[in-house]
C-alpha cells in the first residue's frame, strides 16, 4: 500500500535527520515510525487477563527481592486523605 503525505519542510527536515542518524532511508524511518504507532496504541492492545497481569505483577516483583513487605496498617485512609472527606 502506497500513503501520499504533505509534510511541512520542517517536519520533512527532522525526519531526514533522525532517519540519517539512524543510518537508514527516510521511507524505511517513516515506516518503522508508524509501525510502533500501531504496536503500542492502547486501542488496538487486548486486556491482560487477571492471571497474565498476576503474573507480570509477580515477576516485577521478583526483580526486588530486597523490596520491603509493608503492612495493612502502614497507609490509612485518613493518612492519605487528612481532613478532607
Given at each position: 500500500?502506497?500513503?501520499l503525505l504533505e509534510l511541512s519542510p520542517e ?46 505483577l509477580d515477576a516485577l516483583a521478583s526483580k ?9 496498617e502502614t497507609f490509612s485512609r485518613e493518612m ?6
Amino acid at each position: 500500500m502506497t500513503i501520499l503525505l504533505e509534510l511541512s519542510p520542517e517536519m520533512e527536515a527532522r525526519l531526514a535527520a533522525e532517519a540519517q542518524a539512524c543510518g537508514i532511508a527516510l521511507e524505511e524511518y517513516a515506516q518503522r515510525l508508524l509501525q510502533q504507532a500501531i504496536d503500542f496504541s492502547p486501542r488496538l492492545r487486548s486486556r491482560a487477563s487477571q492471571d497474565e497481569f498476576r503474573s507480570f505483577l509477580d515477576a516485577l516483583a521478583s526483580k526486588a527481592p530486597k523490596a520491603p513487605q509493608l503492612r495493612a496498617e502502614t497507609f490509612s485512609r485518613e493518612m492519605i486523605y487528612g481532613e478532607h472527606d
